[in-house]
């Protein structure tokens, strides 16, 4: 079993939508999640991080833990075009903090 | 916000020779810097975790000789792929741990490598 596992897509969505994106993780010890977006040849950026059950919610974006389940999500409300890209849920390992992505899920809002 | 950097951004280099490839931390402290590699279409892969001042820790199944990593300073890594080739063509990124902020890993911009 993969440490994180992510729908790899393509998701598409029309513009306005709200697109939701899911990830589950198989070590039930760990405690730092985080969701980074990346465009085609650019390197990831930072969207959420999230480190407690519940939801965090900033701007459009919103994420969603459930260490009982084993699962996090991201939804972004009101999609625009500029949302397409490719979006990486990884959590935090290790006394070095290491990060450990998920495969990714590939994003298209259609205008 | 953190900022860091890459150089080069792009590089492309005939089999067997050496690139060096560094990462800074422009506006932070680092103490520990990390390599990925990604491969087209696919996910990042930690390469390695560099510690200022400490040998870095490699991750399973990465040659720690053919991959070397430096981080001499708080601000500087660099990772030098020896006698490339071309299957180490790849998209090299570093990333670096904010010590204010400990649990983030600020992203540089990458290092597209082709070797011919």
């Known amino acids: 079993q993969k440490e994180v596992e992510q729908n790899s897509g393509p998701l598409s969505v029309p513009e306005g939508a709200i697109a939701s994106l899911n990830c589950t993780y198989s070590d039930r010890g760990s405690q730092s999640f985080f969701w980074y977006r990346q465009y085609s040849g650019k390197s990831p950026e930072l969207i959420m991080s999230?480190?407690?059950?519940g939801d965090k919610e900033d701007g459009r974006f919103t994420a969603q833990l459930n260490k009982a389940s084993q699962y996090v999500s991201l939804l972004i409300r009101d999609s625009q075009p500029s949302d397409s890209a490719t979006y990486l849920c990884?959590?935090?390992?290790?006394?070095?903090?290491?990060?450990?992505f998920g495969s990714g899920t590939q994003l298209t809002v259609l205008p | 916000g953190a900022v860091v950097s890459q150089h080069p951004s792009r590089v492309i280099c005939k089999s067997g020779t050496s690139v060096k490839i560094e990462c800074r931390s422009l506006d932070f402290q680092a103490t520990t810097m990390f390599w990925y590699r990604q491969f087209p279409k696919q996910s990042l892969m930690l390469m390695a975790t560099?510690?200022?001042?400490?040998?870095?820790?490699?991750e399973q199944g990465v040659e720690k000789d053919k991959f070397l990593i430096n981080h001499a300073s708080l601000t500087l890594s660099t990772l030098t792929v020896t006698s490339a080739h071309p299957e180490d063509s790849s998209f090299y990124i570093c990333s670096a741990l904010g010590t204010s902020r400990s649990d983030t890993q600020y992203f540089g911009p990458g290092t597209r490598l082709t070797v011919l």
């Open positions: 999230i480190y407690s059950n």
């Open positions: 990884s959590l935090q390992r290790g006394s070095a903090r290491q990060l450990t």
């Open positions: 560099s510690n200022e001042g400490s040998k870095a820790t490699y």
